[in-house]
C-alpha cells in the first residue's frame, strides 16, 4: 500500500445560528428597547431569563412573557486568563446573574470593576451597548450598582 501523507490545517466554516422564537423575541428587546425579557411556565411558575420557549422541568410551553432586571445579583463570577473574538479585553471578568423577577441566572461580562472588587451576592446592573444589533453583547457588560 502507498504511504498516505497528512498536512496539519484548519477549516474556517462561516455558520449562521438560528436563535428560534424565544431568543428572537430576547434579543430584540435588548436592541430595541433595551429591556430584558424573560418567560414563566405556566405550570411550576419558574421564569426564566434568558427565556426559554419550553419548560425544561414541565415540558409545557413557557407562554408567559415579562420584564425581569435591570438589577440582579451575582451569583458566582470568575476571571478568564485569555481573550477572545467576544470578550477583547485581555482577562474578561464573567458573572453569573439572577435578574430581578427571575429564577435562572446569565452568564455575561462585568465591567468597571476588578476581580478583587467582586463578592457573590452583590448587586450589578446591565451597560447597554451604544450599537446595538439584537445579540446578547447588546448588554455590553453588568457593572456593580452604586
Ligand atoms: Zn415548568
Known amino acids: 500500500m502507498a504511504e498516505i501523507l497528512t498536512h496539519p490545517s484548519?477549516?474556517?466554516v462561516p455558520y449562521t445560528w438560528s436563535a428560534g422564537e424565544a431568543?428572537?423575541?430576547f434579543f430584540k428587546a435588548l436592541r430595541d428597547e433595551q429591556k430584558i425579557l424573560g418567560s414563566r411556565c405556566p405550570k411550576c411558575r419558574k421564569v426564566y431569563a434568558p427565556?426559554?420557549?419550553t419548560c425544561g422541568i414541565c415540558f409545557v410551553e413557557c407562554s408567559e412573557w415579562l420584564e425581569v432586571g435591570p438589577t440582579g445579583t451575582l451569583i458566582s463570577f470568575?476571571?478568564?486568563s485569555?481573550?477572545?473574538p467576544a470578550h477583547r479585553s485581555p482577562k474578561p471578568l464573567f458573572g453569573l446573574i439572577r435578574l430581578e423577577g427571575a429564577d435562572?441566572?446569565?452568564l455575561h461580562l462585568l465591567g468597571e470593576t476588578n476581580l478583587q472588587n467582586l463578592k457573590i451576592g452583590m448587586k450589578v446592573v446591565p451597560v447597554f451597548a451604544p450599537?446595538?444589533?439584537g445579540s446578547i453583547l447588546d448588554i455590553a457588560y453588568f457593572?456593580?450598582?452604586p
Open 10 to 12: 484548519r477549516i474556517k
Open 143 to 145: 457593572r456593580v450598582q
Open 131 to 133: 450599537n446595538r444589533t
Open 23 to 25: 431568543l428572537s423575541r
Open 51 to 53: 427565556p426559554k420557549k
Open 82 to 84: 485569555y481573550s477572545s
Open 104 to 106: 435562572t441566572a446569565l
Open 78 to 80: 470568575s476571571q478568564a
